[in-house]
């Protein structure tokens, strides 16, 4: 495959919701479509998918592309726990995350080649770090803000549902109040003792913020952080890039 032929390139992100298309020129996402799956039965695959070098990334084991479309890329990747990616890991692979996978090929492409800490926050927060190497250390996963809010409410008999806000105090002075602090807070105050922890074998790695939750917890969070919301996407298109170039 000439490098020049993925000049353009689409990344496609098919989690259990949602399906992301994303094409890519020169390194720049240019077209980005979110379906249902639902919406993706009924109006069928975006018109800029046609023709392109693609990757796919699924947690739909039994998702698949049109046959038609697949037949006319030039190139075809589905990311499985095989798929040779720019980076090492000293997780176990086969049980580290297509997504997380995905993340940390964007994060080593966004560092530019630095250590870094990927918060991924979502319905979980996934922490993992990435040292100047390219080696994958290791990471965690944690409850999201949501899941920590639902848990308190479910796990006690007192304590009421509440919805997240953007705004909240240090410290509550009501129930809610004290439940969302607690849960957003809480969760920026777990970031930041990462960072810290980090601090001294990684100095100067990049905290890079991605899920759907990352501009909320930006705001509470005092350490300088990147937010790359197609952070996975930007990976699919690196590992697609990377198998090429074998």
């Known amino acids: 495959m000439a490098e020049e032929t993925l000049r353009r390139a689409v ?94 090929a964007g994060a080593r492409r966004c560092s530019g080649g630095g250590a870094a800490l990927v918060v991924d926050a979502g319905t979980c927060v996934t922490y993992d770090v990435l040292d100047a190497a390219g080696m994958h250390r290791g990471g965690n996963i944690a409850p999201g803000v949501r899941m920590r809010l639902e848990a308190m409410h479910r796990f006690t008999s007192a304590l009421p549902r509440v919805e997240l806000s953007e705004v909240v105090p240090l410290l509550g002075r009501t129930t809610e109040e004290a439940m969302r602090a607690g849960a957003l807070r809480g969760l920026a105050f777990e970031i930041e003792g990462y960072c810290r922890a980090l601090e001294r074998e990684f100095p100067n790695f990049a905290l890079i913020l991605t899920g759907g939750d990352a501009r909320l917890l930006q705001a509470h969070i005092a350490r300088r952080a990147e937010i790359r919301p197609h952070l996975v996407l930007e990976g699919l298109y690196e590992i697609l890039q990377y198998n090429a170039r074998m």
Not at 79 to 84: E, I, M, N, R, S
Request: glycine share 6%; charged share 25%; hydrophobic share 40%.
């Open 11 to 104: 990344a496609i992100d098919v989690g259990n919701t949602r399906v992301k298309f994303a094409r890519f020129q020169d390194g720049t996402i240019v077209d980005l479509e979110v379906y249902t799956h639902e919406e993706l039965t009924e109006r069928g695959m975006p018109a800029f998918v046609e023709g392109c070098p693609m990757v796919v990334s699924s947690v739909v084991e039994d998702f698949e592309l049109p046959v038609e479309i697949v037949c006319t890329s030039p190139l075809y990747l589905r990311l499985d726990g095989a798929t040779p990616v720019p980076f090492h890991t000293e997780y176990q692979r086969w049980q580290l995350g297509r997504d997380r996978v995905a993340a940390l």
